[in-house]
């Protein structure tokens, strides 16, 4: 069923396009027949008048035509036309977003996969780097261990040369000196006193890393004063003091 006609509010007959009773407003917004306007003017008193429907005051001049289809409703849509009209925007506004939301989702899977490669790439990179320099630290630090190994075991071999020449050459003076004690109680009669006094001179002589090259003479017998038959000390030669182990090694190997 159409809808019905506009009609003037003044005489409730539909307005016209054209002609005497064309619709046109006043300021308020109103709309009516402009005959019945003029009609409604005249009757107020002729240049001025209120709207019929809100009070407001117009003026003849201020008559303003509207250009209107003879049926307002002409080219109006239908309430059925908006619907189909506006499901048919709302199922291509879903179709863009379905679209547009499988783009998204395949670029993002693209950008992730790239992302993915690259750190793979970039973790195979630092695992090669870390096993290549795990495999010069090695190797540098084998050679190192060599190194020390043979300049240990070269130091090693010299202090068991060095310890028995020492050995050796404590023997030989242990043999002197007893040699010379035994001529001391026999050839000179030395007392007990002496000979203690003569072992306690030499004994230095006997350790292992006592000065291999002092002469013979240190361990010549103190000459005995045949009167008080007591030997005189102060023309014994010095016993010279050793040095001491590490000192000796030291020295052998360039106070390393």
């Given at each position: 069923?159409?809808?019905?006609?506009?009609?003037?509010?003044?005489?409730?007959?539909?307005?016209?396009?054209?002609?005497?009773?064309?619709?046109?407003?006043?300021?308020?917004?109103?709309?009516?027949?402009?005959?019945?306007?003029?009609?409604?003017?005249?009757?107020?008193?002729?240049?001025?008048?209120?709207?019929?429907?809100?009070?407001?005051?117009?003026?003849?001049?201020?008559?303003?035509?509207?250009?209107?289809?003879?049926?307002?409703?002409?080219?109006?849509?239908?309430?059925?036309?908006l619907k189909?009209?506006?499901?048919?925007?709302?199922?291509?506004?879903?179709?863009?977003?379905?679209?547009?939301?499988?783009?998204?989702?395949?670029?993002?899977?693209?950008?992730?996969?790239?992302?993915?490669?690259?750190?793979?790439?970039?973790?195979?990179?630092?695992?090669?780097?870390?096993?290549?320099?795990?495999?010069?630290?090695?190797?540098?630090?084998?050679?190192?261990?060599?190194?020390?190994?043979?300049?240990?075991?070269?130091?090693?071999?010299?202090?068991?040369?060095?310890?028995?020449?020492?050995?050796?050459?404590?023997?030989?003076?242990?043999?002197?000196?007893?040699?010379?004690?035994?001529?001391?109680a026999e050839?000179?009669?030395?007392?007990?006193?002496?000979?203690?006094?003569?072992?306690?001179?030499?004994?230095?002589?006997?350790?292992?890393?006592?000065?291999?090259?002092?002469?013979?003479?240190?361990?010549?017998?103190?000459?005995?004063?045949?009167?008080?038959?007591?030997?005189?000390?102060?023309?014994?030669?010095?016993?010279?003091?050793?040095?001491?182990?590490?000192?000796?090694?030291?020295?052998?190997?360039?106070?390393?």
């Amino acid at each position: 069923m159409p809808p019905p006609e506009p009609t003037c509010p003044v005489c409730m007959e539909p307005w016209t396009c054209n002609g005497n009773h064309r619709i046109c407003c006043i300021p308020c917004g109103h709309v009516y027949g402009r005959s019945c306007l003029l009609k409604w003017l005249h009757r107020c008193g002729d240049d001025t008048a209120k709207c019929p429907q809100c009070g407001e005051q117009f003026e003849d001049k201020l008559i303003i035509n509207l250009y209107a289809p003879g049926n307002l409703w002409d080219g109006c849509c239908r309430l059925e036309e908006l619907k189909a009209h506006y499901k048919s925007k709302i199922h291509e506004t879903n179709r863009h977003c379905e679209t547009a939301m499988a783009e998204y989702m395949e670029k993002s899977l693209s950008d992730t996969e790239k992302l993915r490669a690259d750190l793979v790439r970039q973790c195979t990179e630092l695992k090669e780097q870390n096993s290549r320099e795990i495999a010069e630290f090695q190797d540098k630090t084998r050679v190192e261990i060599e190194s020390l190994h043979g300049e240990v075991l070269q130091m090693v071999d010299q202090i068991v040369r060095m310890c028995n020449e020492q050995n050796a050459t404590a023997n030989a003076n242990l043999a002197t000196m007893k040699e010379q004690m035994k001529k001391m109680a026999e050839e000179e009669n030395a007392t007990a006193m002496e000979l203690i006094e003569f072992v306690e001179r030499s004994s230095p002589r006997l350790s292992l890393f006592s000065n291999p090259h002092a002469p013979a003479s240190a361990f010549a017998a103190a000459p005995v004063d045949s009167q008080n038959n007591r030997s005189h000390t102060d023309q014994l030669p010095p016993i010279p003091i050793p040095p001491h182990p590490t000192d000796a090694a030291k020295g052998q190997h360039g106070g390393t």
